[in-house]
Each structure stands twice: as C-alpha cells, then as structure tokens.
C-alpha cells in the first residue's frame, strides 16, 4: 500500500500497548516504518518519544495517531470528547486471575466472602487509572461467579503509579499492582493479567484462587485488554483514510504471518513483554498467534459495550456517548479487500 505525503498530516504516529497484537508484529517486522517511508511520510512510534507525546497514548490528542491497546483509555479519551473512531478489535485472553497468598483458604470464587480486596488507588486521570479500571471488573467477575458482590468483601486502596509510562524502554511497567500489600497481609488478594504477572506470582510464591480465563463466558472476561480496540484520530481518518487502510492491511497480514511464525511471536512477545518464554505461553497459551486478526463483530462490538457500561458506572468516564456511531466499518472492510486482491494477484 503507497501512502502519499500530504501538507496537513505528514506523520504517522502509532502506539500499542505491550501485549500480543497484529500491528505490534507489522511494527517489529518493519512493515508499517517501511509502508510509510517508501511514501515520503514519516513515521513514529509514541513509545519511543519524549514525555510530551507519550502522553498521548491516554488522551489520543494527537493528529495522525494510530492506537491499540487497552480499552479503558481508549472509552475515556472518547468520553472527554477526544475526535477519535475505532476502527478494529482483537480479543486475546491474557491470564486474568485473582491471586492469594500460598498460606490463604481462598481457593475459589465463593470464598472471596469477606475478603480484603486490593483495588489500585485512581491515577493522574481517568484514563490513566486503567489499573484501578481493571483490578475492579476482575473482582467484578470474580465474585460474580462466586454468587458475590463489592458488598461481600472490603475493597483495600494499593499503591499505584499515578503517570505509568508507555516508553518502550521503561523498566517500570506493572502489571502486578498490589503484590506488596498482599505479601505483607494488608489485603487477602489481588487482581493481575499477562505474562509478567505469571512470573511475579510464582516467584513469591502465590496462587491463583480463581482462574477468569478459565471461565466458558465471554462476558466474564471482559475488561481492559478483551476486547482491545484499535482507535484513530478522525483528521487522519478524514483526510488521510489511505493511511488508515494501509495501517489495517499490514496488520492483517502480519496475523497471517503470525499465524505461521510461533517461534517469532514469542520472541518478540518477550522483549515486549519483559518476560520470558514460560510467562508468555502461561499468560497467553500455546495457540495465541492463531487469533491476531481484526474484527468489528457484532459479538465484540457488544462485549466493548459491556465495558462501557462498566466504566461508567464506576466513574472512569466523564460521560456516556453512543457506541455504534463511534465505529467506522469502512476501513477494515478495505484494508480486508485489499489483502485478499493481493493475494489474488500472487497466486
């Protein structure tokens, strides 16, 4: 796909979060730098930008970024009124669990009754309180399946960073909020997802009490990463929806290459990550590289809604808005006819 210069957006942006996605392999691959390059359009990764922009991975205040990765800021940068349309999601289970102490009688979902539970204290801003978003829809789940309620336990506030970081090269990535106030006993258990997490609870010696992605339902793994939305800034959508399309249809091929590619995943997925090659088949399984691809389901369009609801309701958006009219299907509709003509013309 030949992107063409233009005065006004002369720079794609793209920002992912460190998990498991199809334009995180077309960026590690080369692909997206080299689509844009070969152009005339630059190109720049939000990770590997100073403070100033990084900053944008959570309000999306930028023209000509390209996002995936967590909902829960993507919804809250929407919600402020930022001018941005979702353009595709993924779903990729990434080992949510409720974990406890080894010593500790909570082995599954009914005994959280009465639990001291650590929820992670609100950020800078809504968006970039994901931590606390996330800990409190596992928990959700979690006593849901156990015929619970918030009303059941005491919700425990933990320390959390108040401005987590996005830079690809920062050591101080967590996904283990809480870790430390449940190895001192302040609080019974806490809530942790993807690989790092795996690791952190095996060296400190913690069980999982209840495995959500052990859970038949959809719905009861809902939360930041599942669904996982890709956003764009509506100017660049507007005046530059070649960009946008070329983006989609790298990504589409790099799921195709993953999909045949494991050993390459799995590399990258540990530099990504900071975890090693058990973390990352814990936290995502032995098959995850099959299930890349982009869609805008109705199924997964109805699962986002969930989590909008959820959001809402618990204060992590400044306002509710209408999500089929966030949605623009038109461009991964061409991105998807685009690789297929390709494919036509090379068999």
Same mark, same amino acid.
């Given at each position: 796909?030949?992107?063409?210069?233009?005065?006004?957006?002369? +720079?794609?942006?793209?920002?992912?979060?460190? #998990?498991? +996605?199809?334009?995180?392999?077309?960026?590690?691959?080369?692909?997206?730098?080299? +689509?844009?390059?070969?152009?005339?359009?630059?190109?720049?990764?939000?990770?590997?930008?100073?403070?100033?922009?990084?900053?944008?991975?959570?309000?999306?205040?930028? &023209?000509?970024?390209?996002?995936?990765?967590?909902?829960?800021? =993507?919804? =809250?940068?929407?919600? &402020?009124?930022?001018?941005?349309?979702? /353009?595709?999601?993924?779903?990729?289970?990434?080992?949510? =669990?409720?974990?406890?102490?080894?010593?500790?009688? /909570?082995?599954?979902?009914?005994?959280?009754?009465?639990?001291?539970?650590? /929820?992670? $204290?609100?950020?800078?801003?809504?968006?970039?309180?994901?931590?606390?978003?996330?800990?409190?829809?596992?928990?959700? &789940?979690?006593?849901?399946?156990? *015929?619970? &309620?918030?009303?059941?336990?005491?919700?425990?506030?933990?320390?959390?960073?108040?401005?987590?970081?996005?830079?690809?090269?920062?050591?101080?990535?967590?996904?283990?909020?809480? #870790? *430390?106030?449940?190895?001192?006993?302040?609080?019974?258990?806490?809530?942790?997802?993807? $690989?790092?997490?795996?690791?952190? =609870?095996? *060296?400190?010696?913690?069980?999982?009490?209840?495995?959500?992605?052990?859970?038949?339902?959809?719905?009861?793994?809902?939360?930041?990463?599942?669904?996982?939305? /890709?956003? #764009?800034?509506?100017?660049?959508?507007?005046?530059?929806?070649?960009?946008?399309?070329?983006?989609?249809?790298?990504?589409?091929?790099?799921?195709?290459?993953?999909?045949?590619?494991?050993?390459?995943?799995?590399?990258?997925?540990?530099?990504?990550?900071?975890?090693?090659?058990?973390?990352?088949?814990?936290?995502?399984?032995?098959?995850?590289?099959?299930?890349?691809?982009?869609?805008?389901?109705?199924?997964?369009?109805?699962?986002?809604?969930?989590?909008?609801?959820?959001?809402?309701?618990?204060?992590?958006?400044?306002?509710?808005?209408?999500?089929?009219?966030?949605?623009?299907?038109?461009?991964?509709?061409?991105?998807?006819?685009?690789?297929?003509?390709?494919?036509?013309?090379?068999?």
């Amino acid at each position: 796909m030949t992107l063409i210069a233009d005065s006004a957006i002369d +720079t794609l942006w793209y920002t992912r979060c460190p #998990v498991p +996605t199809a334009s995180g392999l077309a960026n590690s691959l080369g692909w997206l730098d080299r +689509t844009a390059n070969e152009s005339g359009v630059r190109f720049g990764v939000l990770q590997d930008a100073g403070p100033e922009l990084a900053v944008r991975h959570f309000d999306h205040h930028l &023209s000509g970024l390209i996002r995936e990765g967590g909902n829960v800021p =993507a919804l =809250a940068a929407r919600a &402020s009124g930022s001018p941005t349309r979702l /353009i595709g999601l993924t779903w990729i289970d990434e080992a949510q =669990a409720i974990l406890v102490r080894g010593d500790s009688d /909570i082995r599954e979902a009914g005994l959280l009754a009465g639990a001291r539970i650590g /929820i992670p $204290a609100w950020a800078a801003d809504q968006a970039r309180s994901f931590p606390r978003a996330m800990a409190l829809h596992g928990f959700a &789940s979690a006593l849901r399946l156990g *015929e619970l &309620s918030f009303a059941d336990v005491t919700l425990v506030e933990v320390a959390t960073t108040a401005a987590p970081e996005v830079r690809t090269a920062s050591s101080t990535r967590n996904t283990t909020w809480g #870790v *430390e106030s449940l190895l001192r006993g302040d609080v019974d258990a806490i809530y942790v997802k993807g $690989a790092r997490a795996q690791e952190v =609870a095996r *060296e400190h010696g913690l069980v999982v009490a209840v495995d959500l992605d052990s859970t038949a339902s959809l719905r009861d793994r809902v939360n930041n990463g599942t669904p996982r939305p /890709i956003t #764009v800034h509506a100017d660049l959508l507007e005046q530059r929806p070649d960009i946008v399309v070329g983006f989609l249809a790298e990504s589409l091929r790099a799921a195709d290459w993953a999909a045949a590619n494991i050993d390459e995943v799995r590399a990258v997925l540990q530099t990504e990550t900071q975890s090693g090659p058990e973390g990352v088949v814990a936290a995502y399984g032995e098959n995850f590289h099959t299930g890349l691809h982009l869609s805008l389901s109705d199924e997964r369009v109805d699962l986002l809604g969930m989590q909008k609801q959820f959001l809402y309701a618990h204060g992590f958006l400044a306002a509710d808005f209408d999500l089929q009219s966030w949605v623009a299907h038109e461009p991964l509709e061409q991105a998807r006819a685009l690789v297929a003509a390709q494919k036509g013309t090379e068999e």
